[in-house]
C-alpha cells in the first residue's frame, strides 16, 4: 500500500512538471521538405497555429505556440515551445504545456513576476508565467457554454518546466462560449496585472495584484470595429509619441471577416487609464492587409535598454490552414516585426517593419533593372516609386508559369496568386487581394520572400500584405515593370540548422 501511494506522488509530481516528456528530433529530416520556411518558424512535425506566450526573459526570446504534436491538423491543443537569441534563429525545446483534466491549453500569454506578486518565485529569481485558457472539450460537447476559463502556470527554470497553478482556473466562465486569449501586462498607472480578454465580439479587461484573484474593470468594443467574426487573441500595450505621450494600442484578432475574408486582425489607437480603453476613432484599421497573418500579438518583457514592441503573427488563415499542402508539419510564423506608431492627419496609425536582426542572414545587395533570375529562391526585393507615378506592376515566377502579380494602378493595389502553384486544396486560396490605396501615396516596396510565403511592406510598412503561396518551384524570375524599373535584391542566408 506504501509503495502504491509513493507511487502514486511520482506520477502526480511527474504530470505536475510536465518535464522533457518530449524531446525534438524530427527537425533534421524535416528541414528541407518543399514548402519548409527556411527563415521563418515553423514546427519540426505536427500541427501549429497560434504565437503564444512570447516573452523575453535572461537573453532569450520564447514563443510557445498553440500545438498539437500528433498530427498535422488541429486537435487537443498544448503549448509548443522554442527559443531564440534573435527571433530569428530558433532552437526548439519540449512542449511546456499539456492539456489535463481541465481541458486543452488554448492561446494566452506569459510574464516575468519581477516583483514575485504570486509567491511562485522570488524577487532575486522571478518567476514566468504563463496565463492562457483551458478549454474543455467534454463540456463543450455536453451542450454548456461554460468551458473556457483561464488558468496559470509557472516556471522557475527559464520556461523550461512548467508547474500548473494548483487553485486554477483562475477566472471562472460567466456563461459566455468564447470567453478566451489572456494577454496580460503590468500596467505602471494602477500598479497592477491587466487582463485583456476576447469574449465573443467585444474586449474584457480584468486587473490583478497576483495574477490569482482577478475582477473585471471594463469592457470595449461591442458597438465598434469589424464584428464579421468572434474576437480572438487581442493584445494592449503602449507606445510613446513624438511628445512623448503614451498611445495605447488594441489588438484584436477577428474571425472570420477580415479585409481577404477568413482571419485578420484589427487595431485600434487610442487611450487606456488602467481602467478603461477609448480608442481616438471608428476607423477600422488592420495589421495586415493579405490574407495570412493571424493571432499574432507582442511580446512581454522586452527590456527598456532595447525599447521596441516585438509582434509576430500565425503565417495562415483558418480558411485552408488544415489543408495547406505540407507533409509533416502545418504552419510557419510571419517574421518577426517591430510596431511603431505613424501620425497621420486623421490620426494614429502604426507601421510595422522587419526586425533589424534579419540583416544578419541578408546577403550584399545586387541591383537590376527590368528583370532578373536570381540563385537564391529566399530573398529581399526592394524598389521605389517616383514621385506621381502611382502604377507598377511586378511578377515573380517560376520555369513552370506559375507566378504571383503585384501590381497597383487607380489607387488599389493587387495581389494576384491564381496561378501562383498548389492552389486547388481550397476555393478560398487562388484569389485576387485587392487594397484601396487612395489614403497612401506608394513610394517604397520591401517584398520578403521565403519558399512558401511573400511578406510585402509598402512605404516602411504603412501597409503590410502577408501571403501564402505553394508554387512546385521556387520563384526565381523577377520582372518590373514601370518607368523606372530599378530594383535590388538581397540573398537570404537559410537560418535553419544544416
Ligand atoms: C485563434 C484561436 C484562439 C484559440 C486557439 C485555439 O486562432 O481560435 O482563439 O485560443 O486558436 O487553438
Same mark, same amino acid.
Not at 72 to 96: C, N
Not at 377 to 393: C, G, I, M, T
Given at each position: 500500500?506504501?509503495? %502504491?501511494?509513493?507511487?502514486?506522488?511520482?506520477?502526480?509530481?511527474?504530470?505536475?512538471?510536465?518535464?522533457?516528456?518530449?524531446?525534438?528530433?524530427?527537425?533534421?529530416?524535416?528541414?528541407?521538405?518543399?514548402? #519548409?520556411?527556411?527563415?521563418?518558424?515553423?514546427?519540426?512535425?505536427?500541427?501549429?497555429?497560434?504565437?503564444?506566450?512570447?516573452?523575453?526573459?535572461?537573453?532569450?526570446?520564447?514563443?510557445?505556440?498553440? +500545438?498539437?504534436?500528433?498530427?498535422?491538423?488541429?486537435?487537443?491543443?498544448?503549448?509548443?515551445?522554442?527559443?531564440?537569441?534573435?527571433?530569428?534563429?530558433?532552437?526548439?525545446?519540449?512542449?511546456?504545456?499539456?492539456?489535463?483534466?481541465?481541458?486543452?491549453?488554448?492561446?494566452?500569454?506569459?510574464?516575468?513576476?519581477?516583483?514575485?506578486?504570486?509567491?511562485?518565485?522570488?524577487?532575486?529569481?522571478?518567476?514566468?508565467?504563463?496565463?492562457?485558457?483551458?478549454?474543455?472539450?467534454?463540456?463543450? #460537447?455536453?451542450?454548456?457554454?461554460?468551458?473556457?476559463?483561464?488558468?496559470?502556470?509557472?516556471?522557475?527554470?527559464?520556461?523550461?518546466?512548467?508547474?500548473?497553478?494548483?487553485?486554477?482556473?483562475?477566472?471562472?466562465?460567466?456563461?459566455?462560449?468564447?470567453?478566451?486569449?489572456?494577454?496580460?501586462? $503590468?500596467?505602471?498607472?494602477?500598479?497592477?496585472?491587466?487582463?485583456? %480578454?476576447?469574449?465573443?465580439?467585444?474586449?474584457?479587461?480584468?486587473?490583478?495584484?497576483?495574477?490569482?484573484?482577478?475582477?473585471?474593470?471594463?469592457?470595449?468594443?461591442?458597438?465598434?470595429?469589424?464584428?464579421?467574426?468572434?474576437?480572438?487573441?487581442?493584445?494592449?500595450?503602449s507606445l510613446s509619441d513624438e511628445q512623448g505621450k503614451k498611445r495605447?494600442i %488594441? &489588438?484584436?484578432?477577428?474571425?472570420?471577416?477580415?479585409?481577404?475574408?477568413?482571419?485578420?486582425?484589427?487595431?485600434?489607437v487610442?487611450?487606456?487609464?488602467?481602467?478603461?480603453?477609448?480608442?481616438q476613432?471608428?476607423?477600422?484599421?488592420?495589421?495586415?492587409?493579405?490574407?495570412?497573418?493571424?493571432?499574432?500579438?507582442? $511580446?512581454?518583457?522586452?527590456?527598456?535598454?532595447?525599447g521596441?514592441r516585438?509582434?509576430?503573427?500565425?503565417?495562415?488563415?483558418?480558411? +485552408?490552414?488544415?489543408?495547406?499542402?505540407?507533409?509533416?508539419?502545418?504552419?510557419?510564423?510571419?517574421?518577426?516585426?517591430?510596431v511603431m506608431l505613424h501620425k497621420k492627419h486623421?490620426g494614429y496609425e502604426l507601421k510595422? #517593419?522587419?526586425?533589424?536582426?534579419?540583416?544578419?542572414?541578408?546577403?550584399?545587395?545586387?541591383?537590376?533593372?527590368?528583370?532578373?533570375?536570381?540563385?537564391?529562391?529566399? &530573398? #529581399?526585393?526592394?524598389?521605389?516609386?517616383?514621385?506621381?507615378?502611382?502604377?507598377?506592376?511586378?511578377?515573380?515566377?517560376?520555369?513552370?508559369?506559375?507566378?504571383?502579380?503585384?501590381?497597383?494602378?487607380?489607387?488599389?493595389?493587387?495581389?494576384?496568386?491564381?496561378?501562383?502553384?498548389?492552389?486547388?486544396?481550397?476555393?478560398?486560396?487562388?484569389?485576387?487581394?485587392?487594397?484601396?490605396?487612395?489614403?497612401?501615396?506608394?513610394?517604397?516596396?520591401?517584398?520578403?520572400?521565403?519558399?512558401?510565403?511573400?511578406?510585402?511592406?509598402?512605404?516602411?510598412?504603412?501597409?503590410?500584405?502577408?501571403?501564402?503561396?505553394?508554387?512546385?518551384?521556387?520563384?526565381?524570375?523577377?520582372?518590373?515593370?514601370?518607368?523606372?524599373?530599378?530594383?535590388?535584391? +538581397?540573398?537570404?542566408?537559410?537560418? %535553419?540548422?544544416?
Amino acid at each position: 500500500m506504501k509503495i %502504491l501511494s509513493i507511487l502514486f506522488l511520482v506520477v502526480i509530481f511527474l504530470s505536475a512538471c510536465q518535464t522533457n516528456k518530449e524531446s525534438v528530433s524530427a527537425i533534421d529530416h524535416s528541414a528541407h521538405e518543399p514548402f #519548409r520556411s527556411q527563415y521563418h518558424f515553423t514546427p519540426a512535425t505536427g500541427w501549429m497555429n497560434d504565437p503564444n506566450g512570447m516573452v523575453y526573459y535572461d537573453g532569450e526570446y520564447h514563443l510557445f505556440y498553440q +500545438y498539437y504534436p500528433d498530427s498535422t491538423v488541429w486537435g487537443p491543443m498544448h503549448w509548443g515551445h522554442a527559443v531564440s537569441t534573435d527571433m530569428i534563429h530558433w532552437e526548439h525545446l519540449p512542449i511546456a504545456l499539456y492539456p489535463d483534466s481541465l481541458g486543452y491549453i488554448f492561446s494566452g500569454s506569459a510574464v516575468v513576476d519581477w516583483k514575485n506578486t504570486s509567491d511562485f518565485g522570488m524577487v532575486d529569481k522571478p518567476a514566468m508565467v504563463a496565463i492562457f485558457t483551458y478549454h474543455d472539450p467534454e463540456s463543450d #460537447r455536453a451542450g454548456r457554454v461554460d468551458f473556457q476559463t483561464q488558468g496559470i502556470a509557472y516556471s522557475l527554470d527559464k520556461g523550461r518546466t512548467w508547474i500548473k497553478y494548483k487553485n486554477n482556473p483562475v477566472l471562472p466562465n460567466p456563461g459566455i462560449r468564447d470567453f478566451r486569449d489572456p494577454k496580460v501586462s $503590468w500596467n505602471d498607472i494602477s500598479n497592477q496585472w491587466i487582463m485583456t %480578454l476576447a469574449v465573443k465580439d467585444h474586449i474584457e479587461f480584468y486587473a490583478s495584484a497576483d495574477l490569482k484573484q482577478w475582477h473585471k474593470l471594463s469592457e470595449f468594443g461591442q458597438s465598434i470595429g469589424a464584428h464579421g467574426g468572434v474576437w480572438e487573441c487581442p493584445d494592449l500595450f503602449s507606445l510613446s509619441d513624438e511628445q512623448g505621450k503614451k498611445r495605447w494600442i %488594441l &489588438f484584436v484578432s477577428i474571425n472570420p471577416g477580415g479585409p481577404q475574408r477568413g482571419s485578420a486582425t484589427q487595431y485600434f489607437v487610442g487611450d487606456f487609464d488602467g481602467q478603461n480603453f477609448i480608442s481616438q476613432d471608428t476607423v477600422t484599421r488592420w495589421i495586415d492587409y493579405g490574407a495570412d497573418n493571424y493571432a499574432g500579438v507582442t $511580446w512581454s518583457d522586452i527590456p527598456a535598454s532595447d525599447g521596441r514592441r516585438l509582434f509576430m503573427g500565425w503565417m495562415s488563415n483558418w480558411q +485552408y490552414a488544415t489543408v495547406v499542402p505540407t507533409q509533416l508539419w502545418r504552419s510557419a510564423m510571419t517574421l518577426p516585426r517591430e510596431v511603431m506608431l505613424h501620425k497621420k492627419h486623421q490620426g494614429y496609425e502604426l507601421k510595422f #517593419r522587419v526586425v533589424k536582426e534579419i540583416e544578419d542572414v541578408q546577403q550584399e545587395p545586387r541591383r537590376y533593372t527590368g528583370s532578373a533570375v536570381v540563385d537564391n529562391p529566399l &530573398f #529581399r526585393l526592394d524598389f521605389n516609386l517616383e514621385e506621381a507615378e502611382n502604377e507598377f506592376s511586378l511578377t515573380l515566377s517560376n520555369d513552370q508559369q506559375e507566378k504571383v502579380v503585384l501590381n497597383a494602378k487607380d489607387g488599389v493595389l493587387t495581389f494576384d496568386r491564381t496561378a501562383s502553384g498548389i492552389t486547388e486544396f481550397s476555393a478560398d486560396f487562388p484569389q485576387v487581394h485587392k487594397v484601396d490605396m487612395r489614403q497612401i501615396t506608394i513610394r517604397k516596396i520591401s517584398i520578403y520572400a521565403d519558399l512558401a510565403s511573400l511578406e510585402i511592406f509598402i512605404n516602411d510598412g504603412e501597409h503590410v500584405l502577408t501571403e501564402l503561396v505553394f508554387p512546385n518551384k521556387p520563384y526565381q524570375r523577377i520582372k518590373l515593370e514601370k518607368l523606372n524599373s530599378q530594383f535590388t535584391v +538581397y540573398g537570404i542566408d537559410s537560418s %535553419l540548422n544544416e
